[in-house]
């Protein structure tokens, strides 16, 4: 095995212990050889420790509002500019709101209500929030392109991070959606923070674009300083304009270790798309750098289950941390 290796994944440690990787830095990551990743993942496990310890925090998803979705995101099965055979429901009671989160806090998993379309209407958010505020404890939400007002009452009724992904880079995003711009995707997040909530906000890859691209949405996220990185992996649907990603599970899972590396003390969530490209190597995303998941699927496609994802973590001793 190469020494030098050894040397950079030390360097890389230390730099990103002191949040100062640079691009030269971002480029070796990208560089690094797959048959020695392992050498990478030793320095990024142990970044990963270093602030979590032996904690990661999962969390759970209710799709609270199914397809009619105005907007064209290439990737989307619910966007009615695509023709994928899903199931398409109006907006979510009270009481399966309530039931769903009860369910979640059960599993010792953070609850996150996720809703289709460019946004809900205020009188819809006011629904929403009500029934979070009836939940008695913090929950997360993502209901699209909010204004301050909507903030102002999501966190009144509780809710303690919002999330809003840029999905890829500035330059590749019009490839991919062009029904609203970047910056009203930036400008929400930064709306969110005004009102005082906590950001989750990331991307998904696998989408056509390039290191670049990928680099570029890094740095993004480093000048917004969000909290949470959600990094989903393309799951082709049938009927969406997307076809099945050409990178390997280890391209996805250096990925991981480039987002980790960059933003050190930010949790790193590997969500949409790890079973199906990460397969029995799951239990690497944590060595590469992840502390977080989503667990018991995903908005319209299903995942391995709350049961299989606790039996991982416990294999690797890891415990959750509600957040």
Not at 111 to 125: I, T
Not at 157 to 185: K, M, P
Not at 244 to 253: G, H, I, V
Request: aromatic share 8%.
């Amino acid at each position: 095995m190469s020494e030098p290796l050894f040397e950079k994944a030390r360097l890389l440690y230390q730099k990103a212990l002191g949040d100062a990787i640079q691009e030269p830095d971002m480029d070796e990551v990208i560089a690094w050889p797959e048959e020695q990743l392992s050498v990478l993942f030793a320095c990024t496990d142990q970044l990963r420790r270093h602030f979590f310890k032996h904690t990661v925090q999962p969390c759970t998803l209710l799709n609270i509002k199914s397809g009619n979705c105005s907007e064209d995101c290439a990737f989307c099965s619910q966007s009615s500019h695509n023709n994928a055979a899903i199931t398409k429901k109006g907006l979510s009671s009270a009481e399966e709101i309530i039931q769903s989160f009860q369910h979640a806090h059960k599993n010792n998993l953070s609850f996150c209500v996720v809703s289709s379309g460019k946004r809900l209407s205020p009188g819809e958010v006011r629904q929403v929030a009500e029934a979070l505020h009836t939940c008695g404890h913090p929950t997360h939400a993502s209901l699209g392109i909010l204004s301050d007002d909507d903030f102002k009452i999501l966190k009144e009724a509780g809710v303690f991070c919002y999330n809003h992904n840029l999905e890829t880079s500035r330059n590749h995003f019009g490839s991919i959606v062009t029904t609203h711009t970047y910056d009203q995707r930036v400008d929400t997040v930064k709306r969110a923070k005004k009102a005082g909530l906590k950001v989750c906000c990331g991307g998904i890859f696998g989408l056509g674009e390039t290191w670049q691209d990928r680099k570029a949405l890094c740095r993004e996220l480093k000048t917004l300083d969000v909290d949470t990185i959600p990094l989903n992996f393309l799951n082709p649907i049938p009927g969406t304009r997307m076809h099945k990603p050409q990178e390997s599970a280890w391209d996805f899972l250096k990925i991981v270790s480039l987002f980790r590396l960059c933003h050190p003390s930010k949790t790193i969530k590997v969500c949409g798309g790890r079973e199906l490209h990460l397969g029995k190597l799951q239990i690497l995303m944590f060595y590469a750098g992840a502390n977080g998941y989503v667990s018991g699927g995903y908005l319209t496609t299903s995942g391995d289950g709350i049961e299989s994802d606790d039996l991982m973590i416990r294999t690797l001793g890891l415990e959750k941390a509600y957040q």
